[in-house]
Nanobody, 126 residues
Framework: QVQLVESGGGSVQAGGSLRLSCTTS????????MGWFRQAPGKEREGVAA???????SYADSVKGRFTISKDNARNTLYLQMNSLQPEDTAMYYC????????????????????WGQGTQVTVSS
C-alpha cells in the first residue's frame, strides 16, 4: 500500500512562492508515475503537473513557466515549486501516484492515479 503525505501549503500574497512536498512510502518510489492535482471549491479536480518514471514532465497550460515539478528518488519525495502565484491558484493541492504505464499525454488525468495524499491547502490573496 502506497502512502502519500503532502506538506508546504499555506497563505501567500499574489506574486509569492511556495514549495509543496510529497513524501512517499510503501512502494518502489522510482517506478511511480507522480503528479500534483488541485481542486478549488465548486470546481473539478484538475491536473497541475506530473512526472513519469524517466523524468518526463507535463504541465497544465495555466501553470507553465510558473510551476516546476521535481522528484528526489533518494528521499522518496516529490516537489512542486510554485512561483508567481495568483489568486486563481487557490485550491487544495493533492499528490498522487500510480505504477501503471501512462503515455505522456495521459499524465494529468486524475482518474489514472490510484494513490492519493490527504491534500494541502494553498491560498493566494490579491
Amino acid at each position: 500500500q502506497v502512502q502519500l503525505v503532502e506538506s508546504g501549503g499555506g497563505s501567500v500574497q499574489a506574486g509569492g512562492s511556495l514549495r509543496l512536498s510529497c513524501t512517499t512510502s510503501g512502494s518502489t518510489y522510482s517506478n511511480n508515475y507522480m503528479g500534483w492535482f488541485r481542486q478549488a471549491p465548486g470546481k473539478e479536480r484538475e491536473g497541475v503537473a506530473a512526472i513519469d518514471r524517466g523524468g518526463i514532465t507535463s504541465y497544465a497550460d495555466s501553470v507553465k513557466g510558473r510551476f516546476t515539478i521535481s522528484k528526489d528518488n533518494a528521499r522518496n519525495t516529490l516537489y512542486l515549486q510554485m512561483n508567481s502565484l495568483q489568486p486563481e491558484d487557490t485550491a487544495m493541492y493533492y499528490c498522487a501516484a500510480d505504477l501503471r504505464y501512462k503515455q505522456s499525454h495521459w499524465l494529468l488525468l486524475s482518474r489514472l492515479y490510484n494513490y492519493w495524499g490527504q491534500g494541502t491547502q494553498v491560498t493566494v490573496s490579491s
